[in-house]
């Protein structure tokens, strides 16, 4: 079955880094695009960034555009967020999911961010 | 960018009974709508697509149509374990996608 898991969530002072790992199972991973959405503690849902299954068209909110990287190594069938000059307002739960023609059919369990002094 | 709103923002609800949560998009999306349950501590959970289409292995009792605008998910029958939080999403501009405010279900 279609599994997601995070990783590499935790604790950053402001303006720290941090980089989120997304593991692919179950389907072929080069075949879908991806995107990374975050929620924020008690708040709704976010998308924060896309990227097309090559890895070639990518797009990113404008609250994180300049400061946030995606990536993918479907050889590893892994997906990555890198998280630059964090911020407060950067604090959530960061989700992958399977991004079909925008239609979010699978999600992983999220990784927290907290951004803290 | 697309403005998603749902109403309401909440409501309290007893077993058996008819639910309708209401989204409205800022704009035409052509049916490019999706609707999630979320429970606490867990992933969004996705319900129904294109406005109407249910996800494979979601209950029947969960349905969606559309007026304009206006999306509306109903639950024809409140069962315990659909007590949660639910969002629509226009995908309509992907991949610059938007979710509604969410409404939360709680018990009466």
């Known amino acids: 079955q279609v599994q997601l898991v995070e990783s590499g969530g935790g604790l950053v002072k402001p303006g720290g880094s941090l980089r989120l790992s997304c593991v692919a199972s179950g389907f072929t991973f080069s075949d879908y695009y991806m995107s990374w959405i975050r929620q924020a503690p008690g708040k709704g849902l976010e998308w924060v960034s896309y990227?097309?299954?090559?890895?070639?068209?990518?797009y990113y909110a404008d609250s994180v555009k300049g400061r946030f990287t995606i990536s993918r190594d479907n050889a590893k069938n892994s997906l990555y967020l890198q998280m630059n000059s964090l911020r407060g307002e950067d604090t959530a739960v960061y989700y992958c999911?399977?991004?079909?023609?925008?239609?979010?059919?699978?999600w992983g369990q999220g990784t927290l961010v907290t951004v803290s002094s | 960018d697309i403005q998603m709103t749902q109403s309401p923002s909440s409501l309290s609800a007893s077993v058996g009974d008819r639910v309708t949560i209401t989204c409205r998009a800022s704009q035409g999306i052509s049916n490019s709508l999706a609707w999630f349950q979320q429970k606490p501590g867990k992933a969004p959970k996705l319900l129904l697509y294109?406005?109407?289409r249910l996800e494979s292995g979601v209950p029947s009792r969960f349905s969606g149509s559309e007026s304009g605008t206006d999306y509306t998910l109903t639950i024809s029958s409140l069962q315990p374990e659909d007590f949660a939080t639910y969002y629509c999403?226009?995908?309509?501009?992907?991949?610059?996608?938007?979710f509604g405010p969410g409404t939360k279900v709680d018990i009466k």
């Open positions: 999911a399977r991004d079909y023609g925008g239609s979010l059919g699978n």
């Open positions: 294109a406005a109407s």
């Open positions: 990227i097309s299954s090559s890895g070639s068209t990518i």
């Open positions: 999403q226009q995908y309509y501009s992907t991949p610059r996608i938007t």
